[in-house]
């Protein structure tokens, strides 16, 4: 057979002797709207920094006393200072002919020379062993290291996920660190190293609220990694984290010195477990421990930004620069959250309300405490549940559309119906207490229990409030679940279609059930089959703080002088921006 025919498109510009770059003023003093000069290949930094000051309105600095810092944003963050001598845009130019992207992804930073002074580079180590001593991580990583890249000291431990923070006074030696190390194995696992930005609390406005923004990449199929460019280019990049990299905890340290900032997860309703259970466990040693929290949707259901009014799903391109201003503008609500106690027959656990632990392990390595956000669900929904979780398991590389993975789970329901399940008659295995009393169940094939008025995409199962109803209005924040029985397939396909609501069993703030059998249980969306036993589910003290999305915009006096080129949106925006970041030039 013959090859497929093939046509390769080539871009060719009309003028490749000049262009624009755009200047990011490094100075958190001055607005960070950026200048674009004009540049043809002979003209150098030198000239440049001179255009920009002129552009920036510092006429009376001197270019001596500046230096133009070029950022590259592909694959994480990396910056170096550019010599007096270089002209960028031939080096622009170079770079496009081997990647676009990475042309698109270069920014200049205009940056006022400080005197000389004893800088640290600070970096992420994880993936090693937990629960160790500060001394043996110290141990641990010395011994993988040589003379010439030997870190001064470890800034913290975080023991219960195998990582350290450490700092290297020797710029140089921090190089070769982690050369060394971002190939090392220890354990059979891969180290996970990354420098982390410092913020200089001297240098931020009383003011100004910094963003932490967290991004799943791996959401939203490619929409996460075009939100973090994106974020990257209208932020300071080192206050935009990419969870493939660390998880929440590098971002979280290196904003645990601050008083107040807001945070912005970029993901689904997982991804938003993850770093509120990261937050509980380091809060105590951060300053601000339940800092407001924003979504930005990129999963599949997304229940708990629906709840919030951020939304059903981050669609391409939505304008997120009017979402960063929406979030200064959102206001603050409680989530309850809720620990869910699994007891296995024979055994009994300790219930601790106060346990920062989201995802405990007994002896036989079956999970047996979580801390619930959204739901929990025994029966027929769950075993939808691990129905989708198998078939993503088996081929992921499918599951990277919004709309393909709500077909698949129509195609799980769709099996079901008319077969026999191993839920059928629910209520004949399981017994259940609200608040010490014993609840007289019907005929179901499921149990689900709610903290918020959102399931399986949107719709709820408890509906609207009647004022002739003996139950009250469900909220996130009344410190009640509310108990919802199912009927079956069809029934849950009613709700998804708004066309009838699951049946209101009872409102508790403690609940006990005992299972006679082994069943499929799903906290969250997470599924698994459960051994025979007992769950107990009750009211966490780790309340989240969250950020809802106001219906109407409130509108701001404009009380700044007026700046020639800049618009009031513009000055919202620099507020956001208020990192200032010493990071060494990364490899």
Same mark, same amino acid.
């Given at each position: ?202 240098? $931020? *406005? ?5 963003? +932490?923004?967290? @991004?799943?990449?791996?959401? =939203? &199929?490619? %929409?996460?990694? /075009? ?68 979504? $930005? *949707? ?5 229940? +708990?930004?629906? @709840?919030?009014?951020?939304? =059903? &799903?981050? %669609?391409?391109? /939505? ?269």
């Amino acid at each position: 057979m013959g090859k497929a025919p093939s046509l390769f498109l080539r871009y060719e510009d009309k003028d490749t002797r000049r262009g624009t770059i755009k200047v990011f003023s490094g100075d958190p003093d001055t607005t960070s709207v950026p200048r674009p000069i004009s540049i043809n290949s002979h003209i150098s930094v030198e000239e440049v920094i001179e255009m920009a000051l002129h552009k920036f309105r510092i006429d009376d600095g001197d270019p001596n006393d500046y230096s133009l810092m070029e950022v590259v944003l592909d694959k994480g963050v990396q910056e170096r200072v550019m010599e007096r001598y270089e002209c960028p845009w031939p080096q622009l130019l170079k770079a496009r002919r081997n990647s676009l992207k990475q042309m698109k992804q270069t920014r200049y930073y205009l940056r006022k020379n400080e005197q000389p002074t004893m800088e640290l580079a600070r970096m992420y180590v994880g993936s090693l062993p937990i629960n160790l001593s500060e001394f043996k991580y110290k141990q641990i990583i010395q011994k993988m290291l040589d003379e010439d890249s030997m870190f001064a000291s470890i800034d913290m431990v975080y023991a219960q996920y195998g990582s350290a923070c450490v700092s290297f006074s020797d710029h140089e030696a921090a190089v070769k660190a982690y050369k060394i190390l971002k190939d090392t194995t220890y354990e059979d696992k891969l180290l996970t190293v990354l420098f982390i930005p410092e913020i200089h609390l001297d240098k $931020l *406005p009383e003011d100004h609220c910094p963003l +932490l923004v967290f @991004v799943n990449t791996r959401s =939203g &199929g490619c %929409q996460g990694i /075009d939100v973090q460019d994106a974020l990257r280019k209208m932020l300071n990049p080192h206050q935009v984290f990419d969870l493939d990299q660390g998880g929440p905890l590098p971002g979280l340290h290196v904003f645990s010195q601050l008083k107040e900032y807001k945070a912005l997860i970029c993901g689904g309703d997982g991804t938003v477990g993850w770093v509120l259970s990261c937050l509980d466990d380091i809060g105590q040693e951060s300053v601000c421990s339940s800092p407001p929290i924003a979504v $930005l *949707p990129l999963g599949t259901g997304n229940d +708990l930004s629906r @709840v919030l009014k951020w939304g =059903g &799903g981050y %669609q391409q391109g /939505d304008d997120l620069y009017q979402m960063l201003q929406t979030v200064m503008e959102a206001e603050e609500v409680k989530l309850d959250r809720w620990t869910v106690v699994f007891e296995p027959e024979g055994k009994h656990t300790e219930i601790d309300n106060k346990s920062n632990s989201s995802n405990s392990s007994s002896g036989d390595d079956m999970p047996n405490l979580f801390v619930m956000n959204n739901y929990f669900g025994i029966g027929i929904d769950a075993d939808l549940c691990l129905g989708f979780h198998n078939a993503r398991e088996e081929k992921p590389e499918k599951f990277n559309n919004r709309v393909y993975n709500k077909i698949v789970y129509l195609r799980q329901g769709m099996q079901k119906l008319g077969r026999k399940t191993n839920c059928r008659e629910l209520n004949k295995e399981i017994l259940i207490d609200v608040d010490n009393k014993r609840l007289k169940l019907p005929t179901l094939e499921g149990i689900l229990i709610l903290n918020i008025s959102s399931w399986g995409s949107g719709a709820d199962p408890w509906g609207s409030s009647d004022t002739q109803d003996e139950f009250q209005r469900a909220s996130h924040d009344d410190g009640m679940l509310e108990i919802i029985g199912l009927t079956g397939v069809m029934h849950l396909g009613q709700i998804q279609g708004s066309l009838r609501n699951g049946i209101r069993l009872a409102q508790a703030s403690h609940i006990r059930i005992s299972m006679k059998t082994d069943m499929p249980v799903q906290v969250d969306g997470e599924p698994w089959m459960q051994l025979s036993g007992e769950v107990v589910v009750s009211r966490s003290a780790l309340q989240a703080t969250m950020l809802k999305k106001r219906k109407h915009r409130i509108a701001r006096r404009n009380t700044e002088p007026a700046i020639s080129g800049d618009s009031a949106a513009q000055r919202d925006q620099a507020k956001l921006v208020a990192v200032n970041s010493e990071e060494i030039a990364q490899i």
